[in-house]
Each structure stands twice: as structure tokens, then as C-alpha cells.
């Protein structure tokens, strides 16, 4: 039997933890193991995880990281703890549906050259409510519909334009004690970019990604969440790696071209928030965005750039 590692970060958020937790125990292929690297100032996870550890036989190791490692090094600390034959990242605030890891384990059984698997997520609200047209939309913007099923994209493709999501994946371990989450690309802060810098760089690496066309987890899109934070430059960071990119298709050059174009909003309010105001005003009058100087959205980050 193919052993799974679950691996979750945790950070001030108790109750959706539990419900984290709660969504592995109820796998129908049982996990190997589940870690929890918590960089919460207290003890509320800790307590709430000791009461369901003991109340199961999976083995549950949690670490209290302290002072705290924060998001890059809390991941790789998880990925180096794992003994599993693969592993899962899964956020504190999203959730496994019941079928993920057997749904998961079949792509390996049945594709052995594939390094990673993945499939679509539910759009979920702060209190668990599931909406249907956003999720259809939301995976259908990461090319994760019936026509990308299997490995239709390259591992480039997919890493670049995100088909890989940011959690809620299989990948092997092996893998994950190499190429690991970072900080820093030489002199350039990676920042909340890290996520989707690890997802790119396994693409450049060639490592083969397989999408199945079926639902496996809840994304959490919440009020708490990173993305509406006036410190989240994750945006930002993604449209400056994917801007730097090279392509040698046109389909690939057409999926960064996509990319850079819906970022290109966000990062411009992203780039201000940080103080890369000159960098704001490069991608403000950049091809990506320009033709949209003039609309409301335009006008409002106009005035975001001039007064803030």
C-alpha cells in the first residue's frame, strides 16, 4: 500500500484546523501519517488536536514551531518531517473530500510516471457553504475541465498557469526533499510568491503532472484569508516570475500571455501596497494593462497610485 503523508500549516485558526484535520481522518484511503506544523503565538491548536488525536488510531505528530518558521520554512520543515511515499500539502482553512487521497493514489497506480496529481476544488465560503458557478468558473480558469484531463498540459504549462494548485495535491516525496519552497531568488524577495514559485519550478523541472477530472477538495475563500490582506504581494510576485519567462510554444506563450493580463490588476494594487510604486506604474502602462487605463477599475487604481 502506497503510503501518504499529510502535512498542514496552521496559524491562528483552531476551529477550521479541526475541520482540516477532520476532512484526512475521513478519508477513504487512510493516510500514513498527518503533520502539523503550527506557528500560532498560542496554544489553542495544540489542545484541540491532543482531544482528536486520542480519539484515533492514525498517527497524528504535531510540532509547535517557536519562534515561528512562517509559511516557507513552516512547509519545508513538514516536507523534510514526512515519511510517506507521497505527500499532501493541505492549508489549515481547506478541506479533503472524503474520496481525495483514493482518487489521487489510483492516477499513480494506474500512470507509475507521473510525479504529481491533482484535481478540481470546490469554492467554499468563510462558513463552508459550497458555490457551484464560482467553482465551475475557478477551475475552469486552471484549465481543469474535461478537456485537460490526464496530462494534456506540459509540466511547464502547468505550473505556469496554475493548473497545479496550491494545495490539496499528491506529489511524490522524493521530490519535495528536493525541490523545496523559498524565500529568496537571489536578491529578490519571493515574498507570499512562494507558493506559486514551488509550483513553477517543479514545472521547469520537468517533474509530469496529471489532472483528473473530478472533485477532490474545498478551497476556503474567506475574510481572514491572505488575499485580501494590504501585506499579500502574492499577486505581485507571480506576474513579475511570469513576466520574466521564456516560452517555446505558442500554446504556452498564449497561457502567459492569459496569465499576465488577469494579473496584472491585482498586481498593480499589490505593487503600490508594498512601495514598489515605480513598478506599479510600469505594469499600470504596460501592454497587459493600458487598454484598461480608462475603465472604472482603471480610473479607481489611478487615483490608488496618485493618493496612496
Known amino acids: 500500500m502506497n503510503k501518504v503523508s499529510i502535512v498542514i500549516t496552521t496559524f491562528r485558526r483552531p476551529v477550521q484546523l479541526l475541520e482540516a484535520l477532520q476532512s484526512c481522518l475521513d478519508q477513504t484511503y487512510p493516510p500514513f501519517e498527518i503533520i502539523i506544523g ?24 504535531y510540532v509547535k514551531n517557536d519562534p515561528a518558521l512562517r509559511q516557507a520554512m513552516n512547509v519545508n520543515m513538514l516536507f523534510d518531517e514526512a515519511k510517506g511515499d507521497y505527500v499532501l500539502l493541505l492549508h489549515d482553512d481547506d478541506l479533503l473530500l472524503p474520496n481525495c487521497l483514493e482518487t489521487l493514489v489510483s492516477c499513480f497506480v494506474e500512470y507509475p510516471n507521473i510525479a504529481i496529481s491533482y ?7 468563510e462558513d463552508g457553504t459550497v458555490s457551484i458557478e464560482r467553482s465551475e468558473s475557478y477551475n475552469d480558469s486552471y484549465f481543469r475541465s474535461a478537456a485537460y484531463n490526464g496530462a494534456v498540459l506540459t509540466p511547464f504549462e502547468a505550473g505556469m498557469g496554475q493548473q497545479l ?45 496529471y489532472f483528473i477530472d473530478e472533485y477532490t477538495a474545498k478551497y476556503r475563500v474567506g475574510n481572514d484569508s491572505m488575499s485580501g490582506s494590504k501585506t499579500d504581494d502574492a499577486g505581485y510576485q507571480a506576474f513579475r516570475m511570469i513576466r520574466s519567462l521564456t516560452t517555446t ?16 490588476p491585482i498586481a498593480i494594487t499589490q505593487a503600490v501596497n508594498i512601495g514598489l510604486k515605480k513598478e506599479a506604474w510600469n505594469i499600470f502602462f504596460s501592454k497587459w494593462y493600458y487598454k484598461r487605463i480608462l475603465s472604472v477599475g482603471g480610473i479607481k487604481r489611478l487615483l490608488y497610485l496618485i493618493f496612496k
Open 38 to 61: 503550527d506557528d500560532s503565538p498560542d496554544d489553542l491548536s495544540m489542545e484541540a488536536i491532543q482531544k482528536i488525536a486520542s480519539e484515533t488510531n492514525l498517527t497524528i505528530n
Open 119 to 125: 484535481g478540481k476544488q470546490y469554492i467554499i465560503t
Open 165 to 209: 494548485p496550491n494545495n490539496a495535491y499528491l506529489i511524490r516525496s522524493s521530490i519535495v526533499k528536493e525541490i523545496q519552497f523559498r524565500t529568496h531568488d537571489g536578491n529578490l524577495t519571493i515574498g507570499n510568491g512562494c507558493e506559486y514559485d514551488f509550483g513553477l519550478r517543479l514545472g521547469l523541472a520537468g517533474h509530469k503532472m
Open 249 to 264: 510554444s505558442a500554446r504556452a506563450e498564449s497561457i502567459r500571455q492569459l496569465r499576465l493580463y488577469e494579473r496584472a
